[in-house]
């Protein structure tokens, strides 16, 4: 058995443990973060397994390792086997042996790594989302300032559009040069809606992008056949799945995204609780949102979210995070089986 290497990724030091299976030998050394270093020792060593954490720095060595054509694993440190717990010492050492001994054991959590082109479609799609937050963050501020001055904006979208912001930068906005003691607020609402304007037109340039990038991509057009799926949600699916055959059943995607409820049993003790949340956050927000609104516009939508809420106020959150589980479902077999939507059948209500 050749030797197993273990890398405590860090910002600016890494720490390699080198274990030798036949005799037991460990060898630790510290370089450098950066693919220089890295390189250097990879090819020196050629270990018959490297294992690291997943973190910033985890893409660009898991792209070296298939460059040097060495295998290597990906650790999940948010998995339960990984947790440290009542420990008195932890060390850079300890986490680089850690990941060798769960290696040996069958135990060490894993996360796929996709190729470097669906990492990159990924943080596009994050870099939209991010730029979405920071232009709600502004439309709030701008809302506070006017409500400061017992000024009413129009409700909701209305006040966003281009007549409104023209119209408020005309009759409200001023530079903040030009604004006295008692008028400083006007200064914040010019500069807030100049961030605004050019803020939207990097949000159109991405959008255009993404959706330039969406149409070379069979999944993204196979995902839009469904009535109430739109760009966005067809191409976030298609990211973070990225090859649907590596999920074996339809559980295990549901898990993957967090949509199914947490668990604690104990003999005859069997609770289901909230769902677990875990897995990429983006993709079960967007499928949760795209779920409130596919009502409009899929009958089989409709008539799922009406069968599990029954009619009841309380229970109608619980049916669309229901039916985005489903949604995800459905998505995930018309990829792997290239087949576009059909309407699935509806279990009736039991009695």
């Not at 990879?42 to 898991?62: C, D, I, K």
């Not at 939209?128 to 409500?147: K, M, V």
């Not at 017992?150 to 906005?173: D, F, Q």
């Not at 961030?195 to 159109?204: D, G, K, M, N, V």
Request: glycine share 6%; aromatic share 8%; charged share 25%.
């Amino acid at each position: 058995m050749t030797a197993i290497l273990g890398i405590d990724l860090g910002k600016f030091k890494s720490v390699f443990c080198l274990f030798f299976p036949e005799t037991g030998e460990i060898r630790y050394e510290s370089l450098p973060t950066g693919k220089t270093a890295f390189r250097v020792y990879l090819s020196r060593t050629l270990p018959g397994m490297t294992l690291f954490e997943t973190s910033t720095a985890a893409a660009w060595v898991y792209d070296l390792c298939r460059e040097l054509n060495l295998p290597c694993r990906v650790a999940n440190p948010l998995g339960e086997a990984w947790q440290w717990r009542k420990v008195k010492r932890k060390t850079d050492r300890d986490d680089a042996y850690k990941l060798i001994r769960m290696h040996l054991l069958g135990e060490l959590p894993t996360v796929h790594m996709p190729p470097l082109e669906t990492r990159q479609y990924r943080a596009l799609i994050a870099f939209r989302q991010h730029l979405i937050e920071r232009r709600t963050a502004i439309y709030n501020h701008i809302r506070a300032l006017f409500q400061a001055q017992a000024i009413e904006l129009p409700a909701a979208h209305r006040a966003w559009s281009t007549e409104v912001r023209t119209s408020l930068k005309v009759m409200y906005a001023r530079p903040l040069a030009q604004c006295g003691p008692a008028e400083l607020w006007r200064g914040e609402v010019h500069v807030e809606l100049a961030l605004l304007e050019a803020l939207q037109t990097q949000i159109s340039r991405v959008e255009k992008q993404l959706d330039a990038l969406g149409k070379a991509r069979a999944g993204v057009a196979l995902l839009r056949t469904i009535p109430g799926v739109g760009p966005r949600t067809a191409e976030a699916v298609v990211a973070y799945l990225d090859d649907p055959h590596r999920f074996r059943t339809a559980r295990e995607v549901s898990a993957y995204a967090g949509l199914v409820p947490r668990q604690f049993q104990s003999g005859t003790i069997d609770r289901k609780g909230r769902i677990t949340k875990r897995g990429p956050a983006y993709l079960r927000k967007i499928l949760v949102e795209c779920a409130w609104l596919m009502g409009r516009y899929n009958a089989w939508a409709k008539r799922l979210v009406e069968r599990i809420s029954k009619g009841q106020k309380g229970r109608r959150k619980a049916a669309v995070v229901a039916l985005a589980r489903k949604l995800l479902v459905c998505c995930w077999a018309m990829l792997g089986k290239g087949q576009a939507w059909h309407e699935p059948e509806i279990a009736p209500a039991a009695a």
